[in-house]
């Protein structure tokens, strides 16, 4: 009789995706600062035991130069690699904004489908932890943004394994982020070469009364939420995107009809934002239809404080998605 499986961490879970990704391609190959081995295995660890297994010539430490970074990825992918590289933390993909809008995004159009891309840029960020604001912006809808761009967002360690093999295997550019949130969150890993098709969302919970939307570290707020909406009465589902670009409407639809209520939670600030942009779309197509108006629980519009108590309140929880769910069912 096999043992049960034991839970892995984030971590793990992208250490082992790239990790079957190379046994699997030759073609796939890593790099960043403090990639290698040598260097530490990456800044969380995360290519930890790559650059020892596979070598130096597929795993590799870079100069501390995100534009350098990017510039190889797509240099590489152009004569058939499929590179995959760690930008530290969101905010420093600033440094490389024209290699990836201007290039990575636009070359397979440029080339008339003739040139593929096929990079995927790992890259971790998130508030609550002290680290200041300009190391701490979810910048999702900026890339979500840019035509030609793929954006994903894992919520827990199954997904973080599926979604980062199907980023690799996919030809094109794809921005994988990996919520600071997250890293210590534990999960039961998939078989190897599990994949999540970018574009599914996944209905984390079931329910009939409102449809809560989310992505990344707020998925668990959410589900917390529903637990205790439960105590009231108020069944409501959780979809989780996964996918930020392309988005899966059907499911997010099917979903707001049948409820005809809902509440889009994120931890970017809220104008301009995902939640904006999936409310508007849900209202293209139900308007009439809505019990209630969407409702929005998001990051407020200011660079994310330093001061613990500010951060804090900067923050979605589990109390104002309760507080939001409660609005829509009054209306």
Request: net charge neutral; glycine share 10%.
């Amino acid at each position: 009789m096999s043992a049960e499986p034991k839970p892995v961490g984030m971590i793990a879970a992208l250490n082992r995706a790239l990790h079957d990704a190379f046994a699997a391609d030759e073609k796939v190959i890593a790099f960043g600062e403090d990639f290698a081995d040598r260097e530490g295995g990456g800044v969380f660890g995360v290519s930890n035991g790559l650059s020892t297994k596979f070598g130096t010539r597929r795993v590799r430490s870079t100069p501390i130069s995100e534009q350098a970074i990017i510039g190889a990825a797509i240099g590489a992918s152009l004569v058939g690699f499929r590179p995959v590289v760690e930008i530290m933390l969101m905010n420093f993909t600033t440094v490389a904004m024209d290699m990836i809008v201007n290039h990575a995004a636009k070359l397979r159009y440029m080339s008339g489908g003739q040139t593929h891309v096929p990079i995927t840029i790992r890259t971790t960020t998130g508030a609550g932890f002290g680290i200041g604001g300009q190391h701490s912006d979810m910048l999702e809808a900026w890339f979500a943004h840019t035509a030609g761009l793929k954006v994903v967002v894992p919520s827990n360690p199954a997904d973080a394994y599926g979604l980062l093999t199907s980023c690799i295997f996919d030809d094109d550019p794809c921005i994988f982020i990996e919520p600071l949130g997250l890293i210590r969150s534990q999960g039961i890993l998939p078989e190897p070469g599990y994949r999540i098709a970018l574009g599914s969302a996944a209905v984390a919970r079931v329910g009939s009364d409102v449809t809560v939307i989310s992505y990344g570290r707020q998925v668990g707020d959410c589900l917390a939420a529903a637990e205790s909406l439960t105590t009231e009465g108020i069944r409501a589902e959780v979809i989780d995107l996964r996918t930020i670009s392309p988005l899966d409407m059907h499911t997010i639809l099917s979903s707001a009809r049948k409820t005809g209520r809902v509440v889009i939670v994120h931890e970017a600030v809220r104008s301009f934002g995902i939640g904006a942009e999936v409310s508007a779309r849900i209202n293209e197509v139900l308007f009439g239809q809505l019990r209630a108006p969407v409702q929005r629980v998001c990051g407020f519009d200011c660079p994310v404080p330093y001061s613990k108590p500010l951060e804090t309140a900067f923050l979605p929880n589990k109390d104002k998605i309760v507080a939001a769910v409660r609005a829509t069912m009054a209306t």
